[in-house]
């Protein structure tokens, strides 16, 4: 369904975008994988970043990259190297801004710099218990965390296990976040998982006492991420088989 769903919204984005000259402004996967398939109807795309290590040599020949925009006008945009180009179009993939309006300010949640605090094991609420926000984390296999993050709380809500003390789920959230401080994350990386969802999965399932991701899984969507990142052009072609519950094998 979702990719049914992104499938619809990129035929629709084509559909506005025939023969016009586009700004996609963002380095990551969305605004990567968006500037090619939409190179396929516009006139030209003009990719603006900051990111490191993208190489002009996965995009289509009418794809171009430029810095950060410093301005944008009514008909264009105003670069950091000084340069200056008009656009019929821009496309934002700038990423996510957490944000829950219509939650009380008494729930204890709030956010800041794309944190969402205090959070207990990146989904239970440490002021108000019995309340949980599930799919924080990213940069993983979404479906199967949202699936190990429900068990986990559920295990609580349902009484076969039991919550630690406010005071200690607050001690162990500060110093797990301070370790992620100390390697290097910013507060916006704060649910930034990558090569170390597989720590995470095993860390709820391992205290929940509930059956845990396999690790093939979380092996696997780092390698289709790397794929991604070498071969922009032809990743959906990718064909992999999964062995056993460590091991996958790549087809072709």
């Given amino acids: 369904m979702l990719e049914q769903l992104m499938a619809l919204m990129f035929t629709v984005a084509c559909m506005k975008i025939y023969d016009k000259t586009v700004l996609v402004i963002g380095g990551g996967p969305s605004a990567l994988d968006l500037s090619n398939i939409i190179s396929k109807s516009a006139k030209h795309v003009t990719l ?21 925009v410093k301005e944008l006008d009514e008909y ?11 656009f ?16 009380s300010v008494t729930t204890g949640i709030y956010v800041e710099d794309n944190y969402v605090q205090m959070l207990y094991k990146q989904c239970i609420n440490i002021r108000n218990p019995t309340m949980a926000i599930i799919g924080l984390p990213f940069y993983v296999c979404a479906a199967q965390m949202m699936d190990l993050q429900a ?21 162990n959230t500060v110093e797990t976040m301070n370790k992620r401080w100390q390697a290097g994350y910013k507060k916006r990386q704060a649910h930034m998982l990558g090569e170390n969802q597989m ?18 899984m979380a092996k696997l969507h780092i390698e ?13 072609e990718d064909i992999f088989r999964l062995v056993d519950s460590e091991t996958f094998l790549k087809l072709n």
């Fill in 88 to 103: 019929d179009t821009i496309f934002y993939c700038t990423g996510y801004k957490y944000a829950f309006p219509f939650l």
């Fill in 151 to 171: 068990r986990f709380v559920l295990s609580y809500f349902y009484g076969s296990n039991k919550l630690p003390s406010t005071q200690e789920m607050l001690e």
């Fill in 224 to 236: 289709s991420t790397n794929c991604f990142n070498e071969n922009l052009l032809h990743f959906r």
């Fill in 199 to 216: 720590h995470y999965f095993t860390e709820l399932a391992n205290e929940a006492k509930i059956e845990n991701i396999k690790p093939v």
């Fill in 48 to 68: 603006s970043h900051h990111a490191v290590g993208i190489s002009n040599s996965i995009f289509l020949k009418n794809v171009a990259t430029k810095p950060d």
């Fill in 76 to 86: 264009g945009a105003h670069f950091v190297d000084g340069s200056y180009e008009n």
